[in-house]
């Protein structure tokens, strides 16, 4: 697998419902942050959670962190149809240019209302 | 309080013929980021410039692209004798700081359709 690589790859859920997606990586990083796209839009960042951090909030986004399994998951709750969109989790390398995102192929999130 | 800007949004070319994509950064911010993403692909790290300088553009095909960000005005991603697998949304990211706890900020995109 590549590094963040989002499963699933397609969510569908109804709104007021919570929805789970996970990014694994495989190099060690500073931190890993989660983006939102909307269809055919820029990225919008949503949360950004450092190495030393387990989970972190933002209203009704919360994301953990493990790094002994270099894993993430964005959890977002009571869903809206507003929150259709792609999701993706960018990781930077701590052993090399830390600058440098690396993005996964993400996870399209559909809410039905 | 601007955002990151690019422009133009769509672009398209024949092959063969050259592209120029525009990123003004978020005021104050002096670090430019490219990516590239294809479609039903997450985006893929291009080229890193400061002000006049290209800090890394290991992600860059070596060949027909070039990137710049000068003193004064916008950061430009040039494409060279265009071809179709050129095709892609092409995003620029800004910073104020080129750190790994720095925060990047993206702008809308460009949409490079090779005809």
């Known amino acids: 697998s590549q590094q963040g690589e989002e499963d699933p790859q397609a969510l569908s859920i109804q709104e007021g419902e919570n929805a789970t997606m996970n990014c694994s990586y495989k190099?060690?990083?500073?931190?890993l942050q989660w983006y939102r796209q909307n269809s055919g839009r820029g990225l919008v960042h949503l949360i950004l959670i450092r190495s030393n951090e387990r989970e972190k909030h933002s209203g009704r986004l919360r994301v953990t962190l493990d790094t002994s399994k270099k894993s993430s998951s964005l959890l977002i709750t009571a869903s809206r149809a507003a929150d259709t969109a792609s999701y993706f989790c960018a990781t930077d390398n701590s052993g090399g240019s830390n600058y440098k995102l690396t993005f996964g192929k993400g996870t399209l999130l559909t809410v039905n209302p | 309080n601007a955002g990151v800007m690019q422009n133009p949004r769509h672009l398209v070319r024949r092959r063969g013929q050259e592209a120029r994509l525009r990123c003004s950064p978020v005021k104050g911010h002096s670090h430019v980021y490219w990516y590239r993403q294809l479609p039903e692909e997450g985006l893929k790290f291009m080229v890193y410039?400061?002000?006049?300088?290209?800090?890394?553009e290991s992600g860059m095909p070596k060949e027909r692209f070039s990137a710049e960000f000068p003193k004064e005005g916008p950061s430009i991603l040039r494409i060279q004798q265009v071809v179709r697998g050129d095709s892609a949304a092409y995003f620029c990211?800004?910073?104020?700081?080129?750190?790994?706890?720095?925060?990047?900020?993206f702008g809308p995109g460009t949409r490079l359709t090779v005809l």
């Open positions: 990211a800004s910073s104020p700081l080129g750190m790994a706890a720095d925060t990047q900020y």
């Open positions: 410039l400061q002000k006049e300088n290209i800090i890394d």
């Open positions: 190099t060690s990083i500073n931190n």
